[in-house]
């Protein structure tokens, strides 16, 4: 499941993925969520907070992720990545290389320290 974060700071769009999450949650939920925060505000600054495994996503969600990130590369400023699943810290590491000035990844115990990053 995704779910919008509410009372973010200006320009930060905050999601939550727990339990199992499927390419529904993205076509329903986060991807028209970016879209709309893109049409009304321009670049944008992502927290995505993991409370789940990287097994508990659906291949269809692994696509529309990888989908999105490409589509969008150019439209986010910053992207906070907060989780405790050590195959996703890995995976975000591994393509760091790619994007290294703006992506960083956070514990989850860390998500506060993520958003002031975020503002910066």
């Known amino acids: 499941m995704i779910e919008i974060l509410t009372n973010m700071p200006d320009k930060i769009v ?3 993925a727990s339990g199992t999450v499927t390419a529904e949650d993205y076509e329903s939920v986060l991807i028209p969520t970016i879209e ?5 505000q321009g670049p944008i600054r992502l927290l995505y907070v ?3 495994s990287v097994t508990d996503f659906s291949i269809g969600a692994m696509w529309d992720d990888t989908k999105l990130g490409f589509q969008h590369l150019q439209d986010f400023e910053r992207i906070a990545i907060v989780t405790d699943d050590h195959l ?3 995976m975000v590491h591994a393509f760091q290389f790619a994007m290294p000035k703006f992506l960083k990844v956070f514990p989850l115990d860390g998500e506060d320290a993520a958003i002031e990053w975020l503002k910066v």
Request: with cysteine; charged share 45%.
């Open 36 to 40: 709309e925060s893109l049409k009304k």
């Open 88 to 90: 996703m810290r890995g």
């Open 14 to 16: 905050g999601i939550r």
């Open 50 to 52: 993991l409370d789940c």
